[in-house]
């Protein structure tokens, strides 16, 4: 018998569905529990009343861009540790520096390489996660 140990709870913040079924069904099969936002809103409602110990913030979203709803987020006193890795087709030169000076913690660029997320998401993790 296997004892399975359930990982983070990871917020995806990405307004495209099919980008949201692909990297929940990879990220819950990894043992993450994953939770969706389709909008800056619906984002900072989840933050809110989830135990959220990792974002994944898509940058070009149509209501807010990735980049002032991570400002916003890290703004906010309770949430400016929880770690905000941006996951983006912006992959021109710059485009990592605008994220981690947007306040993102790390960069991911699409298309995601699913057999790698789980490892680069890892690292963003606190090993702690008690508060």
């Not at 994953?34 to 135990?51: H, P, R, S």
């Amino acid at each position: 018998m296997t004892l399975e140990i359930k990982k983070s709870t990871i917020l995806y913040v990405e307004d495209n569905p099919d980008n949201r079924s692909l990297i929940r069904r990879v990220l819950e099969a990894e043992g993450y529990a994953v939770v969706e936002a389709i909008n800056a809103t619906q984002a900072l409602e989840k933050l809110e009343t989830g135990n959220i110990d990792l974002v994944l913030m898509d940058i070009n979203m149509p209501d807010m861009d990735g980049y002032t709803l991570t400002a916003k987020i890290k703004a906010i006193e309770k949430f400016s540790k929880t770690p905000i890795v941006a996951v983006t087709a912006n992959v021109m030169r710059g485009d990592r520096e605008k994220s981690l000076g947007a306040g993102c913690d790390g960069y991911i660029q699409k298309p995601i390489d699913i057999d790698t997320l789980s490892q680069q998401i890892e690292r963003f993790i606190p090993r702690s996660t008690n508060v």
